[in-house]
């Protein structure tokens, strides 16, 4: 489990870990945003011009393939979207995008290589957070070979429940449908499972978690290992 902040205020954890140097170096270039829903942080193979830092709500790291959409990763108050460009690239063949929307800061790409130049202390912590979400990425490709649509449902829902630090999950069947591969109606027959555990409630457009442990205890091995790996690296 990510680290949650007990009154919910709004902060970036990954900001929160930087020297106060490396954050005043920052501090200027930072402007706050509001992230509406399916605002689209990174376009595929198009130049990233932005990097943002989310305090509230979260991002989807979509992989396409022709018609075909599935997430490879969630990207919360704990990290930072834009990794291509701090393993010196400028783009991404994957789309990014605000699936539950929040507040954050962002800092133009040119600016944030600038200050990673000028500090290596900074460039190698931004690096770890990239470190951690590729961590991330590879438990998801696990799962989603290896573990039952339940499975990975309750973990998605502990790993939403991480970035937003709420009971309530604005979560659609169509939108967990395309984070988890599958047909709605394999989503409804997940969420029907989860119900019967009493793990969750269902309604319109929200998921309200009733038992973390118990869904903690459904994901299994399939949750938990990149959480730990963020914690190793960042100290959050």
Partial sequence: MLE???????FNQLLASLSSGDRARLQPHLSAVNL????QLEIPNRPIENIYFLH???ASVVAMQSATQIEIGLIGREGMTGSAVLLGNGQSPHSTYIQAVGTGERIATNE???ATEESAT??????KSVQAFTVQTAHTAIANARARVPERLARWILMAQDRLG???LPLTHEFLALMLGVRRSGVTEALIELRRRKLIEAKRGEIIVLNRKGLERLAGKFYGLPEQEHRRLLGA
């Fill in 4 to 10: 949650m902040s007990r009154d919910h205020a709004p």
């Fill in 36 to 39: 509406k829903l399916k605002r």
């Fill in 56 to 58: 509230t709500g979260f």
């Fill in 112 to 114: 944030l290589r600038k």
């Fill in 122 to 127: 900074l460039h190698r912590m931004l690096l």
């Fill in 166 to 168: 709420e009971a309530e």
